[in-house]
Each structure stands twice: as C-alpha cells, then as structure tokens.
C-alpha cells in the first residue's frame, strides 16, 4: 500500500471539482469507506454534496472533517502544466488542490483503511465529513450536516481537518483554533449639495472621518495566550457621484473583525453601535457573522496528534490560531476538540499549487498514528 495515498489523491486531483462542483470525488470516497463497513449518507443543499459517513455507533468518535471544492486555477497558460492532469516535477506533484486538500483526503481515506485492517474490532467509531462547499460562501456544506447532525444528537469527540498548516517545514504546525470574521457594511448620511454652498449640505465623508479615526484607533480585547487581540479594518469606501461639484449624500464603508474568543460577536457589534451615536451619525449597518472564534485548549488531540507527528517526522509541531476562517468554526459546535493539520501551505491558491510527494505517505501515517493512539 505504499503508493496508495499518492494514486488516490491523483485521481481526486484529476476531477474538475470548482466550488461548489464535487465532480465525483465523494463518489470516489464513499466507495473506498463502504467497503470498510462505513454507513454513507448524503446531504445535499442547493446542489452541495456533502458526505457523511460512519463506522461504529460507540464513543469516541473522530472525525476528518475536509473539503472536495477547488478555487479557480487562474491563468491557464500561466501553469508550467495542465492544473487538472496532476503532474510531478522535481519531487512536487503540481495540481489544483493538490495543498488545498484533496491530498489530506487522501490520506484521511487510506489512513482508515490501514488502520481498520490493522485494528478490526477496535472501539470508539470513525467518521468522515466531506464537503464541496468550502472554498464558496460555505452556505450548504459543512455547516448543514452540522445542523443536521445536532438536530439528532449525533455528537463529535475529536476532529482533525486536514487543511494544510504546515508553514515553514512539514508537521511543524497544529491550527488548534481560528479567529472569528464579523462584516460590516455601514451607510452614513448626509445631505447632497451643490460644492459651491457647502452650508446647505451635510458631507457623509467629513462627518464620518472622526468616528473612523476612532474605530481604528480602539483597543477591542487584549486577546489572551492563544490568540492576538481583535482587529478592525475597513477594506473599502465608496461615496460621491462621479461629478466634481456635487457634495455627496452617503458613504458606504465595508469592514471586518477578525475577532478572537476575548469578544463576541454581539460586543463588537454594541461596541461600533456606541462609538457611531457618539458622533451623532445617521447612519445604519448590515452586519455580517461569517464564523464564530473556535479554540481546542491543549487535551487528548492535541497531545495525541502532536506525538504522531513527532514520531513520524521528528518535529513537535507548535499549536498556532493564525489565518483566516475554516469548516472548523461549524464542527465546534458539536466537537468537543476540534483541531486542523495538513501538508504545507506556502502554494495554496496559487499557480502552480503543489505538494511534496515525500510528505504524502508521512501525512497518511500521522493520521493513522492518531487513530491508533485515541481508539486503541
């Protein structure tokens, strides 16, 4: 089998799967789990196929949580090589997903079944959550097998999901946590006019420039030992009519908070509430919640899979809560611990993605190790 993981995340990589197109890739996976004795399900929303499957009805149960769905390659003709026909070049297999996971997949899936074959009667369960919906709005993927699995009580112990963390060198990074994303798309009025008689208007620019000054110049949280403090940033401003005489009647400014669990959600929101009135603005915001904080302090995962990368590659791997927003903000609320580990992540999203073929098989055995040490 020790090929195995590298010719199944080849033929995952040969499937046009742009979110939120599965291109058959769950089809592949559910196979492989059926023959394990894995009962299959399939949750589909507004053409997301999302697979669950199970083996075992016992606690613990571990989850791999991960993601079918690509990006769009970008310039076609700016790849060394086609980004759906999986090539390897210099010790690299270059593809389209191939960091971005389709080869923690794989892994995931061969891992099973290694250790399945190595440990039939073993207890707890294991179960995979695959979705084609990540990558997109992340509307009908994970979050609704989520809701669907909490709707029933189906409860998780532990889950790995296997985007890629590594940075600098393979296995040193463990994303034990990720910050939350809260948007905001805020209007403030004023009265058009015309340039010329600046008294008989109100410009939204000059009144809201105060009020901006002090939203970025606040201290939301301190953050605490895992996270860094929140952060606000205004990522664009629109106002005016395109004339050059006309004082405009409304800027639209678009925000975000990254936010860590040293806030919520509903602070910030009363927060930029208070600071706004403060300034005696008119103005109004449609808010935006796309994914809590999650945090999975260190306890049986993060130990167990830390050990595995150790005695597979020699390295202890740092527990990290840097980046942006991932499935495992859904999965938290119905995992005790929830954690992410993959290949590196330096090419993800660009041309020419790739992944070390040294590190395919090595990826396999952690994710087998882990199963080993939390269900034997």
Known sequence: ???????????????RSLTPDDAGCNDLIAARLQKLG??????????VDNLWARKGNTAPVICFAGHTDVVPTGPVDQWLSDPFEP?????????????????SDAAFVTATERFVAAHPDHKGSIAFLITSD????????????????????????????????SAAEF????KNGRRGSLSGILQIKGVQGHIAYPHLAKNPIHLAAPAIAELADTMWDEGNSYF?????????????????????????????????TASTAEGLMDAVQEILESHGLD???????????????????????????YEVTGITPELSTTGGTSDGRFIADISREVVEFGPLNMSIHKLNEHVAVENIEPLAAIYQKTLEKLLT
Request: proline share 6%; glycine share 10%; hydrophobic share 35%.
């Open 38 to 47: 894995f009962h299959i399900e399939r949750i589909c929303h507004n053409g």
């Open 283 to 309: 103005f109004e915001i449609d808010w935006t919640l796309s994914g809590k904080p999650f945090l999975t302090p260190r306890g049986p995962l993060c130990e167990k899979l830390s050990e595995a990368i």
């Open 228 to 260: 860094p403090p929140t952060t606000w940033q205004i990522s664009n401003i629109h106002s005016g009519t395109g004339a050059t005489n006309i004082i405009p009647g409304v800027i639209e400014i678009t925000f975000n908070f990254r936010f860590s």
């Open 171 to 174: 296995g040193d990074t463990i």
């Open 134 to 165: 990540e990558e997109g709005p992340a509307t009908d993927g994970t979050v609704r097998v989520v809701e669907a699995l909490k709707a029933r009580g189906e409860l998780l112990d532990y889950c790995i999901v296997g985007e890629p963390t």
């Open 1 to 15: 089998m020790a090929n195995e993981t590298f010719e199944l995340a080849v033929e995952l990589l040969k499937r």
């Open 87 to 103: 090539t390897v070049r210099d010790g690299k297999l270059y593809a389209r997903g191939a960091a971005d996971m389709k080869t």
